[in-house]
């Protein structure tokens, strides 16, 4: 039996994930480490060789301007942890989720966790629509499975914005 929640879900995923399709297609490999502003977040290469983002548990004031670099590890690192509540599996702690290292690997990453997504959206049954989640608001009883995916699909919506503008005003003020 099909589920117009779960339909519509996936049709907003889907159309979130057609407007990214249009960024990732045009970004280019010095896109994504381009700095911004001088005062912005960013991807680094470790000591062990693994990037890490730049992060402060209290969020600062001002906030950063992030580099594309850095919101596309913000997106894996929240999309891998949602994907992880709607498998039942334990969440990744966020020092877990390592950037690829560079513009390609981080657009197959992305791309793989789509699938994964697609996957978790085309499982749902309505009882699991209607089941409770924990993630990312774990104190809200009323708070379930389709609030979640609807966060994930508007948090989507919101960073695919972010990396659209961060393109679009690189390529305008290259020249």
Known sequence: ?????RDLLRWQFDLTWSLFEYHLERLEPEDFLWEPAADHW???PSADGTWVPDW??????PVPVPTIGWVSWHIGWWWSVTIDHARGRAP?????????????????????????????????????????????QP????????????????????????IGQLRMIRAASSG
Not at 1 to 5: E, I, L, V
Not at 56 to 61: L, V
């Open 1 to 5: 039996m099909r589920d117009s929640r």
């Open 42 to 44: 960013t991807v680094r």
């Open 56 to 61: 402060a548990d209290a969020e600062p004031d």
């Open 92 to 136: 990744r702690e966020r020092t877990d989720v390592t950037w690829p290292g560079d513009a390609q690997a981080a657009i197959e990453w992305l791309h793989g966790l789509r699938d994964d997504w697609v996957s978790v959206l085309d499982g749902l049954t309505s009882d699991d629509l209607d089941a409770r989640a924990r993630f990312p």
């Open 139 to 162: 104190d809200d009883p009323e708070y379930t499975v389709a609030h979640m995916v609807a966060w994930a699909n508007s948090e989507l919506m919101k960073n695919v914005s972010e």
